[in-house]
């Protein structure tokens, strides 16, 4: 049974950090590719970023490109997404997937994960003064 568990979620002021982690079970995370998403109340779902499988690096979106960075710990098969200078409108329900090889993962995260096959729960970040 493949198994996505996201955590690291919070509550943060404007300018504020979060590292979001994704443990997964049952995928190897080098054969994978990976990627996170947020959704906002009456919005649609939203791409970040992806880490691709083997070697072939990563790729984010321009509402993160400089202020976050998705990374995988093998030892831990897990993923993570490291945001800095959080701000109001980032406040979403974050979820990781993962997809099962990287041109579904590139051609669906501007589709709102479309050909994505493993979702986790979500984590909530909510940035407010």
């Known amino acids: 049974e493949v198994l996505l568990v996201e955590s690291g979620g919070a509550s943060v002021q404007p300018g504020g950090s979060l590292k979001l982690a994704c443990v997964i079970s049952?995928?190897?995370?080098?054969?994978?590719?990976v990627a996170w998403f947020r959704q906002a109340p009456e919005k649609q779902r939203e791409g970040l970023a992806v880490i691709y499988s083997g070697s072939v690096g990563s790729y984010y979106v321009n509402s993160v490109q400089f202020r976050a960075t998705i990374f995988r710990d093998t030892a831990e098969n897990t993923v993570y997404l490291q945001m800095n200078n959080l701000q109001p409108d980032d406040t979403a329900m974050y979820y990781c997937a993962a997809g099962e090889n990287n041109h579904d993962c590139y051609s669906g995260l501007g589709r709102g994960g479309l050909t994505y096959t493993h979702w986790g729960q979500g984590t909530q970040v909510t940035v407010s003064s």
């Open positions: 049952g995928l190897t995370i080098e054969d994978v590719c």
